[in-house]
């Protein structure tokens, strides 16, 4: 069953009609954080995710989600490609261990220059980036 995000949890930044491509792209690059049992918790220490969600929301469009299922990657960073980016080829970007602010900052500067299919994900992301394993169909 798809998780629907909590009321004003996905927010558009103000002011942002572009993404990186320098024309109006009318589905941007976007961004999920998950924030359930052990991302986004005092069990991953060291991290304001206050801040980090933040941040990321100055990229781009952020929606907050329950657990995404992979526990052993948290901070778990999903980031969309843009309809742009898409047509591109491109798919989402999933990105675990996300728990140092400058790891953050890439993926801000990444999104804001277009995200997946649109600007090269910078090598720095390769060592964050994982394919997640399918789901189990519900019984």
Known sequence: MPVRPA???YET?????SVGTGSADPVPC???V????CCGSPKVTGVDHTVQTARLREAAPVRVSACLDVCDQANVIVVQP???GRAAGARPVWLGLVNDPAATEDIAAWVSAGGPGIAPRP?????????PPRRRAAS
Do not use: H, K, N, Q
């Open 30 to 32: 976007r961004i999920v």
């Open 123 to 131: 090598e720095i992301l390769d060592l964050y980036a994982f394919t």
């Open 34 to 37: 998950c924030r359930d049992c």
């Open 7 to 9: 009321e004003g949890a």
């Open 82 to 84: 843009s309809a742009a």
């Open 13 to 17: 930044p103000v002011g942002r009609g």
